[in-house]
């Protein structure tokens, strides 16, 4: 008599108790198994799950590996990796849609800017420079990347920043720019970036409301 597959049936099972219980209820693994469902059409992702949380710790850490790493773990494929890791930067698009729709785009003050800022490092592992572009009633007009570095840092160019000041209309500039498992606080760096961003836009007519440096779930914001 042919052994019986351990295995056979359990996706069944897996979203019946998933729409039973909810995905929030399930176990760590449970719940990473069945997000891989979506690109792991067949096979088990029971096992590829185990060997995720083992490599990384949690599904946190997991979501905000980056693609290399995630590829190094057996049966995790490039699109695989990939999927996992757009999944934290799909979060934080849908929390600023929400954010933008409740508040009108209108960000004026700094903490509608810092909660809306925070947003835009979901999942990422380098640091990344955003310029955020605001119109004469401090509504959003357009956000750009300046720049990606390493995970230490960042190059900049003012003239850059200026330039898409101009472009786009803008009355008031806000930078932002993370520090990848660091503190929120200001380098010297930090400081000496916003004066120069500050001092060209001054000549432009615009002004920089401020510089958000963004460390995990906290932020802080440059004024001076």
């Not at 449970?30 to 096992?47: C, F, M, S």
């Not at 990848?180 to 836009?201: F, I």
């Amino acid at each position: 008599m042919a052994q019986k597959d351990i295995h056979e049936g359990h996706r069944q099972r897996l979203y019946r108790k998933s729409h039973i219980l909810g995905l929030e209820f399930l176990e760590p693994h449970e719940q990473l198994e069945k997000l891989l469902y979506a690109v792991i059409p067949r096979g088990d992702t029971n096992e590829v799950a185990h060997r995720l949380l083992m490599t990384f710790g949690s599904i946190k850490d997991v979501l905000c590996a980056d693609v290399k790493s995630l590829t190094e773990v057996d049966g995790v494929g490039p699109k695989t990796a990939e999927f996992l890791h757009d999944l934290p930067i799909l979060l934080g698009i849908v929390e600023r849609c929400i954010f933008t729709k409740e508040h009108a785009d209108i960000l004026d003050t700094p903490d509608k800017i810092g909660e809306y800022v925070k947003s835009m490092f979901y999942g990422h592992v380098v640091e990344i420079l955003y310029a955020i572009c605001l119109n004469s009633k401090k509504k959003l007009i357009s956000s750009y990347k300046i720049s990606e570095g390493t995970a230490e840092q960042t190059s900049v160019s003012v003239h850059k920043i200026s330039k898409l000041a101009v472009l786009s209309e803008a009355s008031y500039i806000v930078l932002a720019h993370n520090h990848p498992g660091g503190r929120c606080e200001p380098s010297m760096a930090d400081l000496k970036m916003t004066a120069q961003v500050r001092a060209a836009l001054n000549t432009l007519g615009i002004q920089l409301l401020g510089h958000v440096i963004v460390a995990g779930n906290e932020y802080k914001m440059i004024l001076q």
